[in-house]
């Protein structure tokens, strides 16, 4: 049986502000610095074969404070960065409201009919992260491994294991450095042990 866990990067100062970031590559700031040492202690209990990160910074420093704790490596893959959310980067989301009206409800009732201006879908993030997934899980045997990705990056993957359909992405919580671990028995058969664990930063100062 291969266990998968999953990890959301640590906060940054554009979550903290509500401003979508997408592609764009932004640091850890000083909370979600801390949340990643939190979870790195936490998650040290389990022990994995291998760590995959996205390669944007404030996923790979979370996977770094993690892998120091494991005494392992990381890889680094592409196909879980986060989505690219084009002319949305950087902006708030009452600046987005204000020049596309009605968009983000589309996105957050329909993501998978949204079309953000230069930006990818919801499917194509879907069909990277299940790439990714079935090289992966081509490895047979008892095996444990880490992901630390984004919050819709890792939704398109709990979509693609457990049969849930991508226009219900939004409805699985992903917090900032939470912890999710999935059982994968075959490819008709994966059970979610828990989603969006946070237990582990109560000590975090809000």
Known sequence: ???LYFVRHGETEWNKIGKFQGSADVSLNDIGEIQ???????????????????PL???FETASKIAEKQNIGIIKDERLKEMNFGDWEGLSFDCIEAKWPGRLKEMYYSPDKVNIPNGETFLQVQMRTKNFLNNLLEIEGDKNYLIVSHGVTLRTIFCNLLGIPLNKAW????????ISCIEYRDKNRSILNFLNYTDHLSKVKE
């Open 1 to 3: 049986m291969i266990r």
């Open 36 to 54: 990643a040492d939190l979870t790195a202690e936490y998650i040290k209990k389990f022990k994995f074969d291998k760590i995959y990160s996205s």
């Open 57 to 59: 910074k404030r996923a």
């Open 171 to 178: 409805n699985l919580s992903q917090k900032n450095a939470n």
